[in-house]
């Protein structure tokens, strides 16, 4: 069969090299454009103020306008959440992280680890108290599972919760939480008699505090904490009733994963776009450096990476929304988005020259929050394990 004529083709679309707006609904490209324009309203006119300075400053205003635009629990539904699509998830998702990483934490903490897991684990009357304010962000939540001593191997925790009564009492500590010291509630999971529980804990409850971690140079437009736990007396109905074991937290980190294959991409795409206008422009030895071999061989690739992250994270979404998806393709869209994500955010910073390490253009802002993104929720080499122990069927971990 002969090729159509190139008349008839569309026109080749730089920012959409591979035609991928195609798959969307209009629907989705209605979510992707609303998250888009609230992000460049709201968030890029300050983020490199906001990052210079190490401070979220109004975040629960944002946490509210994220609730109005239903971007908190965005794929759950009833109790106030959207029941989007995952794809529409995945491109709210994309748009935030293209704006910050902290400003993608933020969502995917809020709605798809602190909410997923009263939402999927919890009783109707948790889910009744919690969920509709979290997603109107009246209330932000945050997610205890990491702790000082123990991050890849959460089943050696030490954060221990015992009966007392009809009560129960919690103590221990979690480190690298994402909205601890903002958040009105706290989703910790500690060792029981039983095995590793999930409690629901207001911050406010005596003995819980959660003081916020300074001096990060990743991440810094970003509220993170460790969680403090001393002798917290909880209520019986507190715990998470609908499981017992690492498959409950575990079955959180893969729903927030999925949010990082696309977002790690929206980081990506702004490196990507900043080095391409950089090189139409910049000009040495006579003419704009986008002119040269080395640099088209360099925007070359990372387009091909940037747009092959985009179709397989919408790929997993399809996978997502038919009920397919399993939690070792998850890993498969981690590992290769955002290693190649970084990839592109230094071979950016590479066609900016100097300029690249400066605020005034946000390569080196992303490629420094996306060395967090690598590691949390799964480092490089956890995700190589899981997908190493399916390919060959022994487990390696230990």
């Known amino acids: 069969m002969s090729a159509p004529p190139s008349s008839t083709l569309p026109p080749f679309d730089p920012s959409d090299p591979l035609g991928l707006d195609d798959l969307l609904t209009d629907e989705d490209r209605a979510v992707r454009d609303t998250v888009r324009r609230w992000a460049a309203d709201r968030v890029l006119p300050q983020i ?11 975040i629960r205003e944002l946490a509210r306008e994220l609730g109005s635009l239903g971007a908190l629990g965005m794929s759950l539904t009833g109790y106030g959440c959207a029941g989007a699509s ?30 997923y897991a009263i939402w999927r684990f919890g009783s109707e009357e948790q889910k009744q108290q919690w969920l509709p304010r979290m997603a109107a962000g009246e209330i932000i939540g945050c997610f205890g599972l990491t702790e000082p001593d123990h991050g890849s191997d959460p089943a050696a925790m030490r954060t221990y919760a015992k009966r007392d009564g009809g009560d129960w009492v919690l103590n221990g500590r979690k480190m690298w939480i994402t909205n601890g010291s903002v958040a009105g509630v706290a989703v910790v999971w500690a060792q029981t008699e039983e095995g590793i529980r999930g409690f629901v804990v207001p911050t406010g409850s005596p003995g819980f505090s959660a003081p916020e971690i300074t001096h990060k140079w990743s991440l810094r437009a970003s509220v993170t904490s460790e969680l403090v736990m001393d002798d917290v007396r909880l209520p019986a109905d507190a715990v998470l009733p609908e499981v017992t074991g690492l498959r409950g937290p575990l079955g959180c980190l893969s729903h927030a994963r999925y949010g990082i294959v696309w977002g790690s991409m929206g980081a990506a795409r702004v490196s990507f776009e900043a080095a391409l206008d950089y090189a139409k422009t910049r000009e040495q030895f006579g003419k704009p450096i986008g002119g040269f071999q080395l640099t088209q061989a360099k925007l070359a690739d990372m387009a091909v990476e940037l747009h092959k992250g985009i179709l397989l994270a919408h790929h997993l979404g399809q996978r997502m929304d038919a009920g397919r998806l399993r939690p070792e393709q998850i890993s498969f869209g981690k590992l290769n988005n955002v290693r190649e994500a970084i990839e592109i955010c ?46 060959t069927g022994l487990d390696a971990f230990r």
């Open 346 to 391: 230094r071979t950016a910073r590479t066609i900016l020259g100097a300029n690249g390490i400066s605020l005034e253009y946000p390569v080196m802002r992303h490629a420094t929050n996306l060395e967090s993104v690598l590691t949390y929720e799964g480092t490089v080499e956890m995700h190589q394990l899981v997908l190493g122990k399916a390919l």
């Open 86 to 115: 995952a794809v529409q998830y995945g491109l709210a998702c994309l748009e935030l992280e293209a704006a910050d990483s902290g400003i993608r934490s933020l969502v995917s903490v809020q709605g798809s680890l602190a909410m």
């Open 48 to 58: 490199a103020d906001w990052y210079e300075r190490g401070e979220l400053p109004g």
